[in-house]
């Protein structure tokens, strides 16, 4: 392909992808195949002369698109959104075009100082505290992860290595090993699963804290499985608090946590992957407080910000802790700006959130938070006005946790009716022993209109499956 070509092709491709997401309403949101449908589709090696790009474009709708989840469907309410809009599409382009890989400074200054500069102005957003900021010559800073996932494990490696060089400081006859041995890292029992991962990953123990009623990890919880564990020789060194959980968005008490880490020498790292795009709201902000007790903080701009995957932002208050945990520079890597500000930085990812945060502004962002907010409103007082469900959480943000009354498999068997029914795609959870629905605002284009249908939908399958199974139950007694 020739300049010429991709002149023409990238002009048909952009026709395309606006196609799809301008109609993706009317496709099925969730695909009808099974596990293994697309090998017998392709050949069976690449091919060894070149194809026509018409040949390629035309297996997009027979082979890729029947075995597509349509995430931004305003039918999808699985999950948590994945951020998409026109603006990041095109930096996306961009960023493809340029195609620099930004490991240093001298590799590619503007990818560097761009990240850099672009998080400060979401750290502000945000109102995040200064130390956080890399601005005015600070130690602290951000850095564009691809993950959430990667962020927890990047601050537990870090925080091992802060916690075994204090310790080896205090008492130089342990040896590493013997340190790692005894180090403890904690989350709440409703913390993502990525959290043990980083532990597995790490080789260090993991405990659960055990959550509240409303699904949060206090103060108390926390100081009583420290007390037990220094008891026992063990040396507590990471927790991991979580800003809107995956089952049911719920908040762990940071006001109470952070003094508790902070005096215990703990390294507090916040995952708000979710919930933090909701903090540039003001009413929305209270849900942060107690962050400026935290060593990091990471939320994903690519779930509910408009920038599509991935973006995960991540800020350290001490920029040091983590460069000082991962630095190896051999030679070829060496230049004469070194201190120039550059850690973990791969794909050139800000350009999509300088294109998104410059061309819908804070109000514009603000609005589409706002807007999901109050669809999940909308679809809880539905659910509420029927009395046959329950509302199981809280509903802070844009997820809804909801039931029919009664026993986990009637709920399962609602489930597997939405699903297989393939109008609308929802996913559960598991709060305490209750088999829980999770209906969660995700698509940019979805209104209230799909809203109520999903409703509509959900309580007519709901009619249905329990004139079933008052019949089963009827012919059970007759028996």
Known sequence: MDTAEFRKRGKEMVDYIADYLETIDKRQVFPDVEPGYLRPLIADCAPQDPESFEDVFKDIEKIIMP???????????????A???????????????????????????????????????????????????AEKDGQGGGVIQGSASEATLISLLAARTKTIRRVQSEKPELTEADIMGRLVAYASDQA??????????????????????AFSVCGSAL?????????????????????????????????????????ENIWMHIDAAYAGSAFICPEFRHLLNGVEFADSFNFNPHKWLLVNFDCSAMWVKKRSDLIG??????????????????????????????????????????????KHVRLSHQFEHLV????????????????????????????????????????IHLVPCHLREKFVLRFAICSRTVESTHVKSAWQHISQLATDLLKTWEQNHHQQKQQ
């Open 67 to 81: 075995g597509v989840t349509h995430w931004h469907s305003p039918y999808f309410f699985a999950y948590f959104p």
């Open 325 to 370: 945990a991962f630095k190896l520079e051999p030679l070829y890597l060496q230049h004469h700006h070194q201190d120039s500000g550059n850690f973990i930085i791969k794909r050139f990812r800000s350009l999509k959130l300088w294109f998104v945060l410059r061309m819908y502004g804070v109000t514009g962002l603000q609005e589409h938070i706002r």
């Open 223 to 263: 100081k009583k499985v420290l007390d037990e564990d220094k008891a026992s020789g063990l040396i507590p060194f990471f927790f991991c608090a979580t800003l809107g959980t995956t089952p049911c968005c719920s908040f762990d008490k940071l006001l109470e946590l952070g003094p508790i880490c902070n005096k």
């Open 83 to 133: 951020a998409s809009s026109f603006p990041a599409l095109l930096a996306d382009m961009l960023c493809g075009g340029i195609g620099c890989v930004g490991f240093s400074w001298a590799a590619s200054p503007a990818c560097t100082e761009l990240e850099t500069v672009v998080l400060d102005w979401l750290g502000k957003m945000i109102n995040l505290p200064e130390e956080f900021l």
């Open 192 to 213: 993502h699963t990525s959290v043990e991962r980083a532990a597995l990953i790490g080789g260090v123990k993991i405990k659960n804290v055990s959550s509240d009623d």
């Open 384 to 423: 509420r006005q029927d009395e046959r469900f329950e509302i199981c959480a809280e509903v802070i943000l844009g997820l809804v946790c909801f039931r029919l009354k009664g026993s986990n498999e009637l709920n399962e068997a609602l489930l597997k009716s939405i699903n297989e029914a393939k109008k």
